[in-house]
């Protein structure tokens, strides 16, 4: 098969590999030292004896020529490169090979850090950052009060699937349960697509199917739903019925989702109101 990916692009998989390539030295990666080299870093022929491919194959990669490359080949250049995770997926990107999206951490300090203050400005409109697995990552003070108090629910158990479909107090906030329950599971399912094989996705969709019959038999249907606009009505424990738009957007690199919850009528919004006024109180 022909490399049929357009010139500039192999030149700057070729621009990619050098730089890594000149960047480490000898010492580095466990060769002896030579002397005075007249190019900085590892020499080609180096980088292909330790990645175990043929130095003019090698050659031609970074010279930008049109040849083929697999999974195996490339990742083992770049493990001979010492390539970090986001280097080895640029790698991939680059290469035209199949690009698997990073697993999602679901407490990552740096995330949160730069998403909270976008949540918290979002008030009185709940709103929360979730893993595509529905795993609660952040949220500001009206979501915390929303179904009850999130703080006090274990970091581990801080999941909306999990706590839909195994907590019946959270449940009956729902005024449409079984609906909610229908499309959760066929959003989750086209939300993790592929990613089931990652321990994150993999790990909540057993702990449903273990704890839960009716997750287990939705999830059989294989339904999918993909849809970032809907309005659900939900009942507040301190604040009554709330009539509200759910609106989702996505982050392209980890997959998160961010939901604000907007008023659909008047007096949502001022029972949203209420409810920031009592969270804002209960700190």
Not at 195 to 213: F, G, I
Request: aromatic fraction near 8%; charge should be neutral.
């Amino acid at each position: 098969m022909t490399d049929v990916r357009p010139p500039a692009i192999r030149r700057e998989l070729g621009d990619f590999l050098r730089t890594r390539r000149e960047r480490l030295t000898p010492e580095q990666v466990g060769l002896p030292a030579t002397g005075r080299r007249r190019t900085p870093g590892l020499r080609r022929e180096e980088v292909a004896v330790m990645a175990g491919v043929g130095v003019t194959w090698y050659t031609w990669l970074e010279q930008g020529r049109p040849i083929n490359v697999s999974m195996q080949v490339l990742m083992a250049v770049g493990r001979a490169l010492r390539l970090d995770d986001t280097e080895k997926w640029h790698l991939q990107r680059l290469a035209g090979l199949p690009l698997p999206p990073p697993e999602p951490s679901v407490h990552d300090p740096a995330l949160v850090a730069a998403f909270q203050p976008v949540l918290d400005k979002l008030e009185p409109f709940p709103t929360c950052l979730q893993t595509p697995q529905f795993d609660l990552v952040a949220y500001n003070r009206a979501y915390r009060f929303l179904f009850t108090d999130m703080d006090m629910i274990p970091a581990e158990e801080r999941n909306c699937a999990v706590q839909f479909f195994t907590d019946p107090d959270w449940r009956s906030r729902y005024v449409d349960d079984d609906i909610v329950a229908t499309r959760m599971v066929a959003g989750m399912r086209a939300a993790v697509g592929t990613d089931l094989h990652t321990s994150a996705a993999a790990a909540t969709v057993e702990k449903l199917r273990e704890r839960s019959d009716e997750f287990a038999r939705l999830w059989s249907r294989h339904d999918i739903l993909l849809q970032d606009y809907e309005t659900k009505r939900l009942n507040s424990p301190l604040v009554g019925l709330l009539h509200l738009k759910f609106v989702s957007t996505h982050t392209s690199d980890t997959g998160h989702r961010m939901t604000v919850m907007t008023p659909a009528d008047n007096a949502t919004s001022q029972r949203l109101t209420r409810l920031t006024e009592f969270a804002a109180n209960a700190e």
